[in-house]
């Protein structure tokens, strides 16, 4: 049974930054994306970003409003995703929660129970 565990959320002014992290446990395969969802209060869960396995090595993805102020990256085993979320805005306040993508015929999503970020302005 794959678990992911998120942590590093917490209160954040405007402006300042936060490291989220993401450890996934319990699966053998190594071909799986890693990334990260939000979902604001009121709001429908939308996608942030994301690790992607490749037979190169890993690559990333993000949402537009990501793209320059959050940096995903994976660890050199692959259990592991981290969220460096700089600049942080008031609209960045949400659940945030990993998810493992894993590729086949049969293609499966894990999902964490999500860590909660709270930007004060």
């Known amino acids: 049974q794959v678990q992911m565990v998120e942590s590093g959320g917490g209160v954040v002014q405007a402006g300042g930054s936060l490291r989220l992290s993401c450890v996934a446990s319990?699966?053998?395969?190594?071909?799986?994306?890693m990334g990260w969802y939000r979902q604001a209060p009121g709001k429908e869960r939308e996608f942030v970003a994301m690790?992607?396995?490749?037979?190169?090595?890993?690559?990333?993805d993000y949402d537009d409003f990501a793209k320059d102020r959050f940096t995903i990256s994976r660890d050199t085993a692959g259990n592991a995703t981290y969220l460096e979320k700089d600049s942080q805005r008031p609209g960045d306040t949400a659940i945030y929660c990993c998810?493992?993508?894993?590729?086949?015929?049969?293609?499966?999503?894990?999902w964490g129970e999500g860590t909660k970020v709270t930007v004060s302005s």
């Open positions: 998810n493992e993508h894993v590729h086949g015929p049969d293609p499966i999503d894990y």
């Open positions: 319990g699966r053998t395969l190594v071909n799986v994306d």
């Open positions: 690790t992607r396995w490749t037979w190169r090595g890993y690559t990333s």
